[in-house]
């Protein structure tokens, strides 16, 4: 299957700063990624679409302007958890759609374990 | 997006065929299935995908009734690598449409 990269695959940061999250895809181009956030023993939560070339979707109860999502070119999108807080700690996972004219499928990164101290 | 139901936890033993029923009653026309593998500290791993009847790969097959209102993965001859979490999961191929996760089913595996 496709393959996408998250980048860091875990950060620790001190609270009140910014942290950014990089999600790639590899092989294929992306126009739609999304962000989840999932927190231990718990299933994933989607926080937000990510549309090349326009702003994001946020889902009801995620702040926008603390995670702010760019989705700039057609295998790059990144997630910036800004001021960031104890409580913003996650496990944060990109998914990306492979979409073409014999396949349809979301592909999932590997994870960003976020750590604000 | 259709609501799925998929029991909490499976026990097997190595050597076995594992059935995992998931129910979507309120599945809709333009809906496909699509099954995850998830482990600890990883992202979901795309096991399968299916609209209709039976779809088998490398990895597993999946049954899916005439009626679509459930579907069932059937992983062959189980080892204690296949110990994690699956995802049924029932959403429309179009653009922007995401993926909304349930609980999913915590498949142990013991030798």
């Known amino acids: 299957g496709a393959v996408v990269s998250q980048h860091p695959s875990w950060v620790i940061c001190k609270s009140g700063t910014s942290v950014k999250i990089e999600c790639r895809s590899l092989d294929f181009q992306a126009t739609t990624m999304f962000w989840y956030r999932q927190f231990p023993k718990q299933s994933l939560m989607l926080m937000a679409t990510?549309?090349?070339?326009?702003?994001?979707?946020?889902e009801q109860g995620v702040e926008k302007d603390k995670f702010l999502i760019n989705h700039a070119s057609l295998t790059l999108s990144t997630l910036t958890v800004t001021s960031a807080h104890p409580e913003d700690s996650s496990f944060y996972i990109c998914?990306?759609?492979?979409?073409?004219?014999?396949?349809?499928?979301?592909?999932f990164g590997p994870g960003t374990r976020l750590t604000v101290l | 997006l259709a609501k799925t139901t998929q029991p909490i936890s499976m026990d097997s033993y190595e050597g076995q065929e594992v059935n995992i029923t998931c129910s979507h009653n309120n599945i809709a026309t333009n809906d496909y299935i699509t099954w995850y593998q998830q482990f600890p500290s990883q992202g979901p791993r795309f096991i399968i995908q299916g609209y209709k009847t039976k779809v088998t790969n490398e990895v597993a097959s999946l049954f899916i009734p005439a009626d679509r209102k459930s579907s069932t993965l059937s992983l062959p001859r189980v080892s204690l690598s296949d110990t994690a979490v699956y995802y049924c999961l029932v959403a429309a191929n179009q653009a922007g449409t995401a993926l909304i996760f349930g609980k999913g089913t915590t498949l142990s595996v013991s030798s």
């Open positions: 990510s549309n090349e070339g326009s702003k994001a979707t946020y």
């Open positions: 998914s990306a759609r492979d979409w073409g004219l014999a396949t349809d499928t979301q592909y």
